[in-house]
T-cell receptor, first 112, second 117 residues
Framework: EDKVVQSPLSLVVHEGDTVTLNCSYE??????LLWYKQEKKAPTFLFML????IEKKSGRLSSILDKKELFSILNITATQTGDSAIYLC????????????FGQGTELSVKP | GAVVSQHPSWVICKSGTSVKIECRSL??????MFWYRQFPKQSLMLMAT?????????EQGVEKDKFLINHASLTLSTLTVTSAHPEDSSFYIC?????????????FGPGTRLTVT
């Protein structure tokens, strides 16, 4: 059975801190891994990672995938209160139209 | 680009009635759309994969006669919750793949909050 585990489940930091969010997975027909940010509504796309060891970066956010050890991390540097959200990791099944298997999410709270 | 809309954004209905939710890809074609359900404080659970012009593929435990999915065009999929009950109250979210980009990136609609009284 496909499985996704995110850690920590919740995290409280202060503005300016750097955080690392973890995602480990077991997916039979793995194709890629996607990260999303969810605030009050639906998730917004952050990154899609397909290859191991290649960092993707967008502003203060970056992410990398390790297909050998079956995990990914999402880093946020110089956190701001606007980064407060639930971060979802979702490996993708390549054999079923690209369906996503979501982890339970990491709830990040950034205090001023 | 890659905008997905949903309608309505929220709906309240009485127990026993049916509710239709629309999911549209506004600026791209989507042969595949996905329907998710999210209960409070929980993650997204895939309900079904909707393919244009063919029957939807439902996840285990999801009743296909209760959650009717139609994907009649490359930009529109609909989810109808039939004979809704209070336990169907949830946040329903669709996503779509941008086929023209040839990638597997999925973009989510803003979601529909359903409350069944």
């Amino acid at each position: 059975e496909d499985k996704v585990v995110q850690s920590p489940l919740s995290l409280v930091v202060h503005e300016g801190d750097t955080v690392t969010l973890n995602c480990s997975y077991e997916v039979t027909n793995f194709r890629s891994l996607l990260w999303y940010k969810q605030e009050k509504k639906a998730p917004t796309f952050l990154f899609m990672l397909t290859s191991s060891g290649i960092e993707k970066k967008s502003g203060r956010l970056s992410s990398i995938l390790d297909k050998k050890e079956l995990f990914s991390i999402l880093n946020i540097t110089a956190t701001q209160t606007g980064d407060s959200a639930i971060y979802l990791c979702a490996p993708q099944d390549g054999n079923q139209g690209g369906k996503l298997i979501f982890g339970q999410g990491t709830e990040l709270s950034v205090k001023p | 680009g890659a905008v997905v809309s949903q309608h309505p954004s929220w709906v309240i209905c009485k127990s026993g009635t049916s509710v239709k939710i629309e999911c549209r890809s506004l600026d791209f074609q989507a042969t595949t759309m996905f329907w998710y359900r999210q209960f409070p404080k929980q993650s997204l659970m895939l309900m079904a994969t909707s393919n244009e012009g063919s029957k939807a593929t439902y996840e285990q435990g999801v009743e296909k006669d209760k959650f009717l999915i139609n994907h009649a065009s490359l930009t529109l999929s609909t989810l109808t919750v039939t004979s809704a009950h209070p336990e169907d109250s949830s946040f329903y979210i669709c996503s779509a793949r941008d086929m023209e980009r040839g990638t597997y990136e999925q973009y989510f609609g803003p979601g529909t909050r359903l409350t069944v009284t």
